[in-house]
């Protein structure tokens, strides 16, 4: 991008480098990963990856399991289908 303002694509905010968290289901597991490197919208808080953050990321997602996670979280979960009347 050179020295071009970057911008949010969402909001149009601009965006400020920083890191985001990416919570993403995987074969049934829910996987989060912490302190990615990203460029960050001041207004939305949307994240922007480059390319090369997001091929690590990818290797990372397909590795994973030969990582031991930094901890484990306890997630509570909800299915609204008996508030929606469809119990």
């Avoid at 597991?29 to 091929?55: M, N, Q, T």
């Avoid at 031991?68 to 979280?73: F, G, I």
Wanted: with cysteine; aromatic share 10%.
């Amino acid at each position: 991008m050179g020295d071009a303002v970057k911008r949010c694509s969402l909001c149009r905010g601009y965006l400020e480098p920083g890191s985001a968290t990416l919570e993403v289901w995987l074969d049934g597991e829910l996987v989060v990963v912490r302190d990615i490197p990203a460029d960050v919208c001041g207004d939305c808080k949307e994240a922007y990856f480059s390319a090369d953050v997001s091929h690590k990321l990818d290797h990372f997602l397909k590795e994973r399991h030969h990582v031991k996670p930094d901890r484990y979280l306890s997630v509570p979960e909800y299915s609204v289908a008996r508030f929606m009347g469809n119990s």
